[in-house]
């Protein structure tokens, strides 16, 4: 089984009712959350931990995680509200903004945490949940207790308007990464992980230095490259597709090679250690053709395994 543990909430994304006035429509959302729901729909064993409201939208995402397969075993449920996350579309491109104080996905602790099975044997992280306290703080205590046994892929996910205090964000994330085997980045959270460094191919160098294996850097219509642990890269093109909006793509693109290395038997500590060009170049291919499907209908909607 593959364990993402992060965020779930509620995109609250543009449209218009039937009369023509500018509206929000609920969708469940979150990048760990869309990466569990991805997976689940790829046919893989999966489960979500995650802080979720037993409000109206917290049944909204738990039905959301039934009806794709995902396992509710790990939720940690509680009274408080849920998140909110306003999404603007400017050319197609989201951002967003967050409403997340006091909220039961923010406000987990270490002691929420259920013990783990041998069954979990991979641990997924990212996304908005590592970077507000005090759920950070207990991602990285799980990732501490948890992550020496298991395989670790980590997708930071990077929003720096949403961080509250960064040099403790930077401090965290930079002792999560380290103990990541693979991690995904995009290009932006390349450049903001990587200041000092103007290069991509030299910025991915320098995040493997810090200790995860395998290095992957998403590029939008570029692509996305892969850097091994023998520091030789993979490339593999875009998708084409029309795009309605992007979405949970990069959430997709995670699903995606993560379900491909793991029917390869590579998603474990050892595999990603001695991952070659091959097996990684097609969990890339994978990946971006999972992702294309997403970014061609509005919001984070993966496909299923019988759709491609």
Not at 109 to 134: H, M, Q, R, W, Y
Not at 167 to 176: D, H, Q, T
Not at 190 to 215: C, F, H, T
């Amino acid at each position: 089984m593959i364990l993402c543990c992060g965020e779930a909430l509620i995109d609250m994304i543009p449209g218009t009712t039937e009369t023509g006035q500018a509206a929000f429509v609920p969708h469940t959302g979150g990048a760990v959350f869309n990466t569990a729901i991805a997976l689940g729909r790829l046919g893989r064993r999966v489960s979500l931990l995650s802080g979720v409201s037993r409000d109206l939208m917290g049944r909204k995402l738990e039905a959301a995680l039934r009806e794709s397969g995902v396992s509710e075993d790990h939720l940690i449920r509680s009274d408080r509200p849920t998140t909110l996350a306003f999404v603007e579309l400017q050319n197609g491109h989201a951002k967003y903004a967050f409403y997340d104080e006091n909220t039961a996905g923010r406000l987990i602790t270490v002691a929420d945490l259920p013990k783990l099975g041998a069954e979990v044997e991979a641990l997924f992280f990212g996304g908005i949940s590592l970077a507000c306290e005090p759920c950070a703080d207990t991602y990285a205590s799980m990732l501490k207790r948890y992550g020496a046994e298991r395989a670790v892929v980590l997708d930071p996910n990077i929003r720096p308007g949403f961080v509250p205090d960064e040099a403790r964000y930077r401090a965290r994330l930079k002792e999560m990464l380290a103990q990541a085997d693979m991690v995904k980045v995009s290009d932006e959270d390349l450049a903001w992980l990587m200041p000092e460094q103007s290069d991509p191919q030299a910025q991915a160098a320098a995040l493997q230095a810090w200790g995860p294996a395998v290095v992957l850097v998403t590029r939008g219509g570029d692509g996305a490259m892969g850097l091994l642990p023998n520091g030789e890269s993979v490339t593999v093109a875009a998708e084409r597709a029309e795009v309605v909006d992007t979405v949970g793509a990069g959430d997709t693109f995670n699903a995606g090679v993560m379900a491909r290395l793991d029917e390869s038997g590579a998603l474990n500590k050892e595999a990603l250690r001695k991952l070659d060009a091959s097996t990684l170049a097609e969990a890339l291919r994978w990946g971006a053709k999972v992702a294309a499907v997403t970014v061609s209908r509005a919001g984070a909607n993966p496909p299923w395994r019988s759709e491609l």
